[in-house]
């Protein structure tokens, strides 16, 4: 069954600590993205990866990083510098260079909670 | 800069009425247009989405949406709601380029009443 998944669905952070959270990808898709979500804002660009073992900052990268060594997999890390870290975090991916799509497929979420 | 517009937060529709949401972008080429909607603590489901060609986009579970380019607007409509309809929905815009970001709405929350 082809598909995103993250875990873990729920985490709770205590303050100071640093987190990461799992985003897996069986779709063969080149690229994968990181969104924040907090009621009423929609969704934020954290971090996006075209290719294995390259990412771009999205628009609030500040006190996240993540990496891509594997085409399937592209973890974030939620840091202790991240000021205000309890949000819903939603993962996706799209298909391959040079298509001419940028449909993103989203994962089913991972709410964190600083306690 | 990028900015789509969803003016409605909450709309509330009676159960077999017709269901109009809107969405306004802004964007500086050819965009591509998108309608996704989640549930309660899930992630986002693809609805619709418009590249070029016929400007009227049917999706899953019964949805369509128009595109109106001299409008620069994408509307969602249902002719009928469902119950199940209940959910959040958001518009999103985007280059044609894979790998680049979309920008989101803040999203309409669609309340049914029966």
């Known amino acids: 069954d082809g598909g995103i998944t993250q875990s873990p669905k729920y985490l709770f952070r205590k303050e100071g600590q640093n987190v990461t959270l799992s985003c897996e990808q069986n779709?063969?898709?080149?690229?994968m993205y990181w969104y924040r979500q907090d009621p009423g804002q929609g969704l934020r660009l954290i971090y996006y990866?075209?290719?294995?073992?390259?990412?771009q900052k999205g628009d609030i990268a500040e006190g996240y990083s993540v990496s891509r060594e594997k085409k399937e997999s592209f973890p974030l890390t939620v840091t202790s510098a991240q000021k205000n870290p309890t949000a819903f975090y939603l993962c996706?991916?799209?298909?391959?260079?040079?298509?001419?799509?940028?449909?993103?497929?989203f994962g089913p979420g991972t709410r964190l909670t600083v306690l | 800069a990028q900015s789509v517009t969803q003016p409605d937060i909450h709309i509330t529709v009676s159960e077999g009425a017709s269901l109009e949401l809107r969405c306004n972008y802004s964007?500086?080429?050819?965009?591509?247009l998108f309608w996704y909607v989640q549930s309660p603590g899930q992630g986002l489901q693809l609805l619709l989405k418009?590249?070029?060609?016929?400007?009227l986009v049917q999706g899953i579970k019964g949805f369509e949406a128009e595109f109106k380019r001299s409008q620069s607007s994408f509307n969602l409509r249902k002719p009928s709601v469902h119950w199940s309809d209940a959910a959040e929905y958001f518009c999103?815009?985007?280059?044609?380029?894979?790998?680049?970001?979309?920008?989101f709405g803040a999203g309409t929350i669609l309340r049914v009443k029966s």
């Open positions: 779709l063969n898709h080149d690229a």
């Open positions: 990866s075209q290719i294995v073992n390259d990412f």
């Open positions: 999103a815009v985007g280059p044609m380029e894979y790998g680049n970001k979309l920008v």
């Open positions: 996706a991916s799209s298909l391959r260079v040079g298509s001419h799509t940028n449909t993103q497929y």
């Open positions: 418009y590249f070029s060609g016929d400007t």
């Open positions: 964007y500086g080429a050819t965009p591509y």
